[in-house]
């Protein structure tokens, strides 16, 4: 990822060719375009770094959400997340027409669409955790939503009802596999884990664990007493976040046991020391 100097590429959307309008006067580009809104119609849509099917995957977009389109060209769309400001480069099939305003966000870990209000029938299409939809009818247990299926009402939470316990949330995920750039049920990793938790819980996050480190929370003063950590506190490393869980152990996405896991924060730090450091900061979120 970019770190030259100007504005951060990752959540900037420009390029020595083109540019948003809205960074005319921050950034050099030869064109700047105002960009079209469009809906992702799909599960999960990877957002690449490149136009390239075998391109790495920065993170993800999830059903509903809007993608601002500042150039579409040989299949792929260029522009960025309306959700956390993410830019890259997504299959353009994976976008439908102008959005619809979602009444409802999925707010169990996994569900599915069904071609009828009947669990008999055979799914179209898995969803995950905070995809969004627009709820146009119902019937009997199930929700008829925009543009064609059904979901199991339980299943859905109406926009702006959110939990009051994020850390609850990221414990649902206990044993979901860890996927560089994930950020739903099938496979997240650290940042991802943390920002889809405190999605559920009404409080924005940024994509990757530095932006989440220079803007969540408080800091707590250095040195860290790590003694007085409490559940729903956030622990950095360079490149790694955790979760508390409780005033001993973290709950995390992470590429040694390739999966969500819960264990002692000391164990971890020892761990972790050997290849990544020690911890930078610890943030505490205000309470809701």
């Not at 990822?1 to 005319?24: C, F, Q, V």
């Not at 391109?55 to 309306?82: I, N």
């Not at 870990?109 to 299409?125: S, V």
């Not at 924005?204 to 707590?220: F, I, K, V, W, Y």
Request: aromatic fraction near 8%; charged fraction near 30%.
């Amino acid at each position: 990822m970019s770190r030259t100097k100007g504005p951060d590429r990752r959540i900037n959307p420009y390029r020595e060719d083109l540019a948003a309008a809205y960074l005319r006067g921050e950034v050099k580009a030869e064109r700047f375009v105002d960009g079209e809104d469009r809906q992702v119609k799909v599960a999960c849509a990877p957002l690449l770094v490149r136009p390239d099917a075998d391109a790495p995957m920065d993170t993800q977009l999830l059903f509903g959400e809007t993608f601002r389109v500042y150039e579409e060209k040989g299949g792929f769309a260029w522009g960025q997340s309306a959700h956390d400001d993410y830019v890259g480069y997504v299959e353009a099939k994976a976008l439908g027409p102008k959005p619809y305003k979602p009444t409802h966000v999925v707010a169990a870990l996994r569900t599915f669409i069904y071609p009828e209000a009947d669990l008999k029938t055979r799914p179209a299409m898995p969803l995950g955790l905070n995809a969004k939809v627009r709820v146009i009818g119902a019937r009997g247990d199930y929700s008829e939503i925009e543009r064609g299926g059904w979901i199991f009402t339980q299943h859905l939470a109406p926009v702006g009802a959110y939990v009051r316990d994020f850390v609850s949330v990221a414990e649902e995920h206990l044993g979901v596999p860890y996927l560089w750039g994930g950020r739903e049920s099938t496979g997240l990793d650290c940042s991802g884990l943390v920002q889809a938790s405190l999605e559920r819980a009404g409080i924005s996050s940024l994509r990757d664990t530095d932006l989440q480190e220079a803007t969540l929370g408080e800091r707590l003063p250095e040195p860290i007493d790590f003694t007085t950590l409490r559940r729903g506190d956030l622990v950095f490393w360079k490149g790694h976040v955790a979760i508390m869980v409780d005033g001993e152990r973290i709950i995390h996405a992470n590429a040694f046991h390739m999966r969500v896991e819960i264990e002692r924060l000391d164990i971890a730090m020892a761990r972790i020391a050997r290849t990544a450091g020690h911890v930078t900061t610890v943030k505490r979120l205000a309470r809701r």
